[in-house]
Structure formats: C-alpha cells, structure tokens
C-alpha cells in the first residue's frame, strides 16, 4: 500500500482503484465528470466566447451510460474506504442528484449535503436562468455505522469560534491560483479552490491519514492534503494534468501547527481548581478575572470562586457575569502572574506536565 503513497497514478479511475487494497482509505474527495451536455457556443456580454466545460472527460452517450459510469467508480471507492472512512463528492444540478441516488442505493450514509456558494460565479450569459451560483457537495460515511472523523472544534476555531455551517461562501479559481497552460488558457475547466479542499480535509481527515481523489485534475486535493501533513493517491488519466500536478505539489511545504496535527480537537486533561491549588499553582483568596481584567472574583476553594453574593463553580460564576444558562469558566477566566494575565485553562496543562514527570 506503501507504494501507492503521495503518488499521482495515470490511467481510468476504476482500473486503478482495482489495484487498491480493500479497507485501506481514510477519505475521499471526487469531483468527477458531470456531464454538463453542454449544446451550442457561449458568449459573453461583449461577443467573447466564454470557455466553459466542453472536455473530452466530460462527454457520455446518455444517463444510463453515465450512471453505469458512477455506480461502478462509487463500488470501488467503498470497496477501499476504511470502515470509518467517510467521501466527498461534489457536482452541479446536472449530476448530483443522480449520483446522491446511487451513493444511497449503495448504502453510503449521507451525513450532510454542502452548499459551496461561489460570490464570483459565472453568469447565465444568455438571460434565460437564473444564475448558478452554487455546488453541492454529499458528504457521506461508508455505512450508517461508521465512526467517521469529525474535527468539529477546529472548524469551528477557524470559523471565528462559531459552529460551521453547510454553507459555505468560497469564490472560484482566479487570479494566481488559477493554473494556466501554455497558452494562458486555464489548465483545467473545473480546477477547484484550495479554500474547498482545505475545508474538506481539515474537517474529516487527521494527520497521516490517506486522501484518495480518483479524478486527480491539476492536483488541489494533492497540494492541500501535503500542506497539512496528510498522505495522498491521486487517480488521472490526463499526462498533461499530471505534469502540472506534480510541479504544484513539489513546491508545497508542509507546515507543522495546531490545526494541522489536530491539537484543537485534544480534550483537556480533567484538573480542578482544588487540584491547583493543592499543587500550589494558585492561592486560596487569589482573584480570577476576565481577560480585560475586570470582573474580578475570588477562589475560596471546594472548587468554588464568590463575587461578594453567590458562591459558584467557575463555570456556572462565568455564566452568571455573561448572562448565560452556561459557559466554559477556564476559558473565561484569567489570574495575574509576573505583572500580567495568564489563562488558567493554561494551568490544567502545566500541571498535567508536572505530574507526568
């Protein structure tokens, strides 16, 4: 299995996949052909013609050759997904509900439809639709009872400490991450941007895992899956599309962070103020604070802080000043050391460092 890793492998997806050992997968990503039945040229407002999708890849005689098609490319993703393993598939109002009915029909586990809003879409030139501006992506997990991975808490970090939706507002490929050929034509039709992949990786991958993509394109799933130290098998048929993938994914670096290792989604180690303080990490009559270093309370012990009227835990004391049901206190609350605040939520891991010892 080794052999395959980090490795862009040229021929049709469903020939390489047989090669692929069963239930050797921790996540796929595939954006394959959506046979979009393109008829007729487009032009744009001024008289340019528009270069939409009209590839050789992209082509099938009819439905039922194009879900044949599917069907048999899904079989053998299953087939080498991990029990736990989860999928992405991503397509337009063409394709996806027809492949969202053979992923049900196969017994995946439809774990959430994903809308990639796209703010820069291409217009509807002609006036005669609205204009598409949206994808849907199926996230799925190989069967109903698969403990798949989820990297709630660090989706929500980098969604500004709020739970991340399944809308998703990312603009398509311009500027410099659009990848030119020779000509300075777009490389690739349908080249996605890194902000989708990194979003899918991130969220349902950990560090280490394999990221199959069976329709490997000019390599994004590639590039991001190096960026934060997962191991990747791309699938494409196209030697042009291979060549511009590998000199992408040469040139990334991957970069060692919290995100990236998964640190975020690490629970705490279970510490009580008493524990603290019976370490002597913090004082009976030590005042705690807000991170501005107002709302001043004092520890008591028995695990309780008292703000001159109620004598409360730290959660349920962070709660009361913030006018909530509930709230995390060793995130809320602060001491002072050397002249300056310090979190205490920092303290549980200091003392889980020195007891270690």
């Not at 997990?141 to 400490?161: E, G, V």
């Not at 000019?218 to 991001?224: Q, R």
């Not at 109620?310 to 050391?337: C, P, Q, T």
């Amino acid at each position: 299995m080794v052999k395959f890793f980090n490795q862009i492998i040229n021929g049709d997806c469903i020939d390489v996949l047989k090669t692929i050992p069963d239930n050797s997968i921790d996540l796929v990503f595939a954006d394959p052909p959506y046979f979009m039945q393109t008829q007729g040229e487009l032009l744009r407002a001024d008289g340019d013609k528009f270069s939409g999708v009209d590839d050789s890849w992209d082509k099938f005689k009819d439905y039922k050759e194009y879900d044949a098609f599917c069907e048999n490319w899904l079989k053998e993703c299953k087939r080498v997904m991990k029990k736990d393993a989860s999928i992405w598939v991503i397509g337009s109002f063409q394709n996806i509900y027809r492949i969202g009915y053979i992923m049900q029909n196969l017994d995946f586990w439809i774990l959430n439809d994903v809308v990639w809003s796209k703010p820069n879409p291409v217009p509807n030139f002609k006036g005669t639709r609205f204009c598409n501006s949206h994808e849907t992506l199926l996230w799925c997990s190989k069967s109903q009872k698969s403990k798949f991975t989820f990297n709630y808490k660090t989706m929500k970090y980098l969604n500004n400490d709020k739970q991340e939706k399944s809308v998703w507002n990312i603009g398509i490929c311009i500027g410099q991450e659009r990848i030119k050929d020779t000509n300075g034509k777009k490389a690739h039709s349908t080249q996605k941007p890194e902000k989708l992949l990194e979003k899918i990786i991130l969220s349902s991958s950990t560090m280490g895992d394999i990221v199959l993509d069976p329709f490997f394109g000019t390599g994004t799933t590639g590039a991001i899956a190096k960026k934060y130290g997962r191991n990747f098998i791309g699938i494409e048929k196209n030697s042009d599309y291979i060549k511009i993938a590998n000199d992408r994914i040469k040139n990334i670096n991957f970069v060692e962070s919290d995100i990236a290792s998964g640190k975020l989604e690490t629970k705490p180690p279970k510490v009580s103020l008493d524990m603290l303080y019976q370490a002597d990490m913090i004082c009976l009559g030590e005042m705690l604070y807000d991170k501005a270093g107002n709302n001043p309370v004092k520890y008591i012990g028995n695990d309780r802080v008292s703000d001159g009227s109620d004598e409360l835990s730290i959660h349920k004391m962070s709660a009361k000043i913030l006018n909530k049901v509930n709230h995390n206190g060793w995130s809320y609350f602060y001491i002072m050391r050397d002249g300056a605040l310090f979190e205490i939520d920092k303290l549980r891991y200091l003392y889980k460092e020195k007891n270690a010892r």
